[in-house]
């Protein structure tokens, strides 16, 4: 079974300071056929569905501010949010999507500070 | 706009069985992949399961493989999911998916509706 280890836990950030969010997967997520990473990040914030942020590891989602950059390729991922807002405060997760099966990471927990 | 809109949860006695369904609206149903997506209370998001546009094609994790299947009506732009032999490590927030993209994320989410498994 393919394994997302998302780290830290949580974290607590003053506003406008940069967060990186890490995700590491037991598994290579690059699909040489189709060159994208089929890794996506999800924000949950409290009470709320999560919402898509950004897929195919560094693609934003429509609606998403550009603070928020998806970067990394195979095993090694991260979310970065560029300058911390209070809106950010939420669960961040990782999921892998690939060949029909889909595995999420354990979540980090993002605080205001 | 996109809308899904779960219903069918509530409270459950263990070994029961119960049925959630999903309505889909402001997109052509019939040609996404659907899935379900489940939160335990204090827990991270958990896959649950996933159907094919035909729904010829299912796909579980092995946590509920066996117990559950999921289904559609593509005329009813419908999605469902019958949990049987229920336990009460399936008390959860379920969420409707769309599933998008080459091999899927998860673009659009329904509100979600709770499941509690107790006697």
């Known amino acids: 079974n393919v394994m997302m280890t998302q780290s830290p836990t949580s974290l607590a950030v003053s506003a406008g300071e940069m967060v990186s969010l890490s995700c590491k997967s037991s598994?290579?997520?690059?699909?040489?056929?189709?060159?994208?990473?089929?890794l996506a990040w999800y924000q949950k914030k409290s009470g709320q569905s999560p919402k898509l942020l950004i897929f195919?590891?560094?693609h934003r989602a429509s609606g998403v501010p550009d603070r928020f950059i998806g970067s990394g390729s195979g095993t090694d991922f991260t979310l970065t949010i560029r300058s911390m807002q209070a809106e950010d405060t939420a669960d961040y997760y990782c999921?892998?999507?690939?060949?029909?099966?889909?595995?999420f990471g354990g979540g980090t927990k993002l605080e205001l500070k | 706009e996109v809308q899904l809109v779960e219903s069918g949860g509530g409270l459950v006695q263990p070994g029961r069985s119960l049925k959630l369904s999903c309505a889909a609206s402001?997109?052509?149903?019939?040609?996404?992949?659907m899935a379900w997506v489940r939160q335990a209370p204090k827990k991270g998001l958990e896959w649950v399961a996933t159907?094919?546009?035909?729904?010829?094609?299912?796909y579980y994790p092995d946590s509920v493989k066996g117990r559950f299947t999921i289904s559609r009506d593509n005329a009813k732009s419908s999605l469902y999911l019958q949990m049987n032999s229920l336990k009460s490590e399936d008390t959860a927030t379920y969420y409707c998916?769309?599933?998008?993209?080459?091999?899927?994320?998860?673009?659009?989410w329904g509100q979600g509706v709770m499941v509690t498994v107790s006697s």
């Open positions: 998916a769309r599933v998008a993209g080459l091999g899927g994320y998860f673009d659009y």
């Open positions: 598994e290579n997520l690059y699909s040489s056929t189709y060159k994208e990473n089929y």
């Open positions: 195919y590891a560094s």
């Open positions: 999921a892998r999507h690939y060949s029909s099966l889909w595995t």
């Open positions: 159907i094919s546009t035909s729904g010829s094609r299912t």
């Open positions: 402001g997109f052509t149903f019939s040609n996404y992949y």
